[in-house]
């Protein structure tokens, strides 16, 4: 069984939420770093960078509150693709969430991006996650 650094990367910042700590760090692979770029240009993140220790890198993802009660701006998360179940579509048949308030996050042959990239651009690629 390998490691899945999407599952990893989305339950780090899931577990963070749920005791409402600032930061989270995870192993900085090609896949997290964009998929935290993302989530940052999309303004679900406050902030991503990156941090050496000895031999490993690290992401530092600073999560984003909102109002009083602390709740962060990622209210949901799906995971479509798995490893076990590749899930890929067509340019024109990338899924728009909650009307296209959400993102869909798409893996093409031109990198990780977002739904909306991938419909601009004429491209189509598998299906990595829901967020919204």
């Known amino acids: 069984m390998g490691n899945d650094a999407i599952a990893n990367l989305i339950t780090s910042i899931r577990n963070a939420d749920m005791v409402k700590k600032r930061a989270v760090r995870v192993p900085a692979t090609n896949i997290t770093r964009n998929i935290g770029r993302i989530l ?3 303004g679900f993140i406050e902030d991503v960078r990156e941090h050496r220790e000895g031999r490993k890198y690290l992401l530092i993802i600073t999560l984003r509150y909102r109002g009083r009660k602390g ?3 990622i209210t949901t998360s799906e995971r479509t693709s798995k490893p076990g179940r590749r899930i890929y ?3 024109q048949e990338v899924p728009k969430v909650l ?3 959400g993102v869909v996050i798409v893996s ?3 990198g990780i991006m977002t739904d909306r990239e991938a419909r601009r651009k004429g491209i189509g690629g598998e299906i990595f996650r829901y967020v919204w």
Do not use: F, K, P
């Open 71 to 73: 709740n962060t701006y």
């Open 99 to 101: 009307g296209g308030m």
């Open 40 to 42: 940052l240009r999309e």
């Open 108 to 110: 093409t042959s031109q």
């Open 89 to 91: 579509s067509n340019y």
